[in-house]
């Protein structure tokens, strides 16, 4: 690795790190992991509560009471999808700032004209984000399956599922966060990129899902694969070399928005003219 590229890599970890946006993504992802399971757990508490003015109401709630309080995954499984949705807005916002954001003011324009090449610029932004991403994702889902165990009374997720369920929710935000560097540094418009691949997070799966379209070698239905990889039985619906196969698909794709990246970097042309400077 040559000084140029570690010195970005240093200069783009400490960016993340002490603008304190990396500390908040981490609270984001772990705490709501941590949270969601016991509002759940709450929710059953609730309604085991006021069963009596549901019973005047002409309700029974019973059956729903005990849905609320005994599997693991009644916890798990919305962590784990917050995780592609919630989780997935969150990071793309909060990475702005790094995802193109930095050449609205022009401030990579003296670092490119002193020498700093464009694989500098970029490679540590498609290694440092992505892998921050899946590393947060699993270790959040382990986070939701361990506060699941303590509040609810069946364990009916393995660790196997919990690792799968993480790692695709994981890949899920490795690879919108992909798109997003790649729109945000070829356009200079991170706030238009992050919005561009929020809605595409939130429309895209559901449309697949309408069109009757196949989980398989499909990325942008890795969140819905994530929630059925969780399942004990989920090798026997997933089989592990479909589970492969997307991952691998979605991985090849990121390399590709990683190159479009770096095309259009070196096709840029930088503008020194005209004497006013942009603060």
């Known amino acids: 690795m040559s000084v140029q590229t570690s010195a970005c890599f240093k200069k783009e970890i400490q960016a993340f790190t002490r603008t304190k946006r990396l500390l908040i993504i981490i609270l984001i992802l772990i705490g709501w992991a941590m949270v969601a399971p016991l509002l759940i757990r709450s929710l059953g508490v609730a309604m085991d509560v006021f069963a009596p003015v549901y019973d005047e109401l002409g309700m029974d709630v019973s059956?729903?009471?005990?849905?609320?309080?005994?599997?693991?995954?009644t916890g798990v499984i919305p962590a784990v999808s917050d995780l592609t949705t919630t989780g997935l807005i969150a990071f793309l916002i909060l990475i702005n700032g790094f995802a193109g954001g930095e050449q609205k003011?022009?401030?990579?324009?003296?670092?490119?004209?002193?020498?700093?090449?464009?694989?500098?610029?970029?490679?540590p932004k498609y290694i440092i984000y992505p892998l921050t991403a899946i590393v947060l994702a699993i270790i959040a889902a382990f986070v939701s399956w361990g506060a699941s165990i303590i509040v609810f009374e069946v364990n009916d997720i393995t660790a196997q599922g919990v690792f799968r369920g993480g790692m695709l929710a994981g890949v899920s935000l490795m690879f919108y966060i992909c798109m997003h560097l790649t729109l945000g540094t070829a356009t200079g418009k991170a706030g238009m990129s992050s919005v561009i691949c929020i809605v595409a997070s939130l429309l895209l799966p559901n449309l697949f899902a309408v069109l009757g379209a196949q989980q398989v070698y499909n990325p942008f239905m890795l969140n819905m694969m994530?929630?059925?990889?969780?399942?004990?039985?989920?090798?026997?619906?997933?089989?592990a070399q479909e589970i492969f196969a997307t991952v691998l698909v979605a991985l090849i794709l990121m390399v590709m928005l990683y190159f479009v990246a770096l095309f259009v970097q070196n096709a840029k042309k930088i503008d020194n003219s005209g004497n006013a400077i942009s603060l």
Do not use: Q, W
């Open 105 to 123: 003011k022009r401030s990579i324009m003296i670092p490119k004209s002193a020498g700093l090449r464009s694989f500098g610029y970029l490679f």
């Open 226 to 239: 994530a929630v059925s990889a969780l399942a004990d039985d989920a090798m026997h619906r997933l089989m």
């Open 63 to 73: 059956g729903m009471s005990e849905l609320f309080a005994t599997n693991v995954s």
